[in-house]
């Protein structure tokens, strides 16, 4: 079965600043997709990004970037130019390729930005 | 953009009643639907998996005759909790995969069982 770990319970950044969360996971398929979810207070699940096994490249959106390591089997957020709002438990999360398209959830990083 | 939308926000029961919570896509059709619990501080679980028109496929440890899964249309899946215990306190929450995200999520029913 697929497993997902963060390791980081507890993050915070000063705003402004950049931070990494880390993720790492466990899979014997080599075609999946990996994401990362923003849970804010509210609670509602929110996709900050996404990322193709098979693509080499990392993935950007504006201030939010990913480390893909596929040898490794890491896939850590980048958050850049930190901002109040980025206050959120972010969760890592796997996927399988094809048939089932049900997500597998890390353990959570809840992330502090200190003014 | 796909809204799915989950009824009711939050729900409080006494102990040994029965609740269901309605998961909705608003605008696509769902053949799947899938059921997460999180409790406080702690990751979402999928408990399971719902089919349009078939059975639920539940994951292990999940108890089927607990919690009880009807997907009846293509925009509409069922979570009951029955005979509910103080113990299936938690977040429930629902989603669906969807036309412009690998998945779109309700956003969740507190229940709190007294």
């Known amino acids: 079965a697929q497993t997902v770990t963060q390791s980081q319970p507890e993050m915070s950044v000063q705003e402004a600043e950049t931070v990494t969360l880390s993720c790492t996971y466990d899979?014997?398929?080599?075609?999946?997709?990996l994401f990362w979810y923003k849970q804010p207070p509210s609670r509602q699940m929110i996709l900050v990004i996404r990322?193709?096994?098979?693509?080499?490249q990392n993935a950007t959106e504006n201030r939010f970037s990913v480390n893909f390591q596929k040898a490794a089997k890491s896939f850590s957020l980048k958050i850049s130019d930190s901002q109040l709002g980025d206050a959120a438990m972010y969760f890592c999360?796997?996927?399988?390729?094809?048939?089932?398209?049900?997500?597998?959830f890390g353990t959570g990083t809840r992330l502090t930005i200190i003014p | 953009g796909a809204v799915v939308s989950q009824h009711p926000s939050w729900v409080i029961c006494k102990s040994g009643t029965s609740v269901k919570i309605e998961c909705r896509s608003l605008?696509?059709?769902?053949?799947?639907m899938f059921w997460y619990r999180q409790f406080p501080k702690q990751s979402l679980m999928l408990m399971a998996t719902?089919?349009?028109?078939?059975?639920?496929?539940?994951e292990q440890g999940v108890e089927k005759d607990k919690f009880l899964i009807n997907h009846a249309s293509l925009t509409l899946s069922t979570l009951t909790v029955t005979s509910a215990h103080p113990e299936d306190s938690s977040f429930y929450i629902c989603?669906?995969?969807?036309?412009?995200?690998?998945?779109?999520f309700g956003n969740g029913t507190r229940l709190t069982v007294t």
């Open positions: 989603s669906a995969p969807g036309p412009t995200a690998p998945l779109h």
């Open positions: 899979t014997s398929e080599s075609d999946y997709y």
């Open positions: 990322q193709e096994a098979y693509k080499q």
């Open positions: 999360a796997y996927r399988e390729d094809f048939g089932n398209e049900k997500l597998t």
């Open positions: 605008d696509f059709q769902a053949t799947t």
């Open positions: 719902s089919n349009e028109g078939s059975k639920a496929t539940y």
